[in-house]
């Protein structure tokens, strides 16, 4: 049941077409509209527009995107820099996306404030796998055979 929900929620984040205006990105990360423009201009995000001088629309993935840049750049490195860093970021969490849909992990709850996630089998030996358990906020990693 975890399963079909999970991968019920992947379509449903990878089909969203939830797209906002050049205003509200500039609202909700601090970015100028005019600093959105250049940024379009030169290829680092994009938009959808419809006609000729309709508004410019932006997906959900971009407004990640501007919000990573922002933090790159309030660090104080160059735009370029910025945007290679953002990029770099998002192929590391696809690359960790993959892993979790790939797995298949199994979520249990054991109490209050505690939990286990199974993470899956060792390639070496199939008899063992790998979980963590989640107690008051501190994680661990573990091993054990498989039942």
Known sequence: MDI?????FRKMIKQSNLRITMSQLGEM???SPSQIRYWEKKGYINSEQGEKNQNHLYSISILYRVCTIKFFLDQGYTLAVAVKKEKERREAINLFR???FSQRLSVKQTGS????ITLGKIAEDSNIEVYATIENGKTGLHLRKNE
């Open 4 to 8: 079909l929900l999970s991968e019920r």
């Open 29 to 31: 990360t601090g970015v």
């Open 113 to 116: 404030d505690k939990g286990e």
């Open 98 to 100: 993959e892993f979790i």
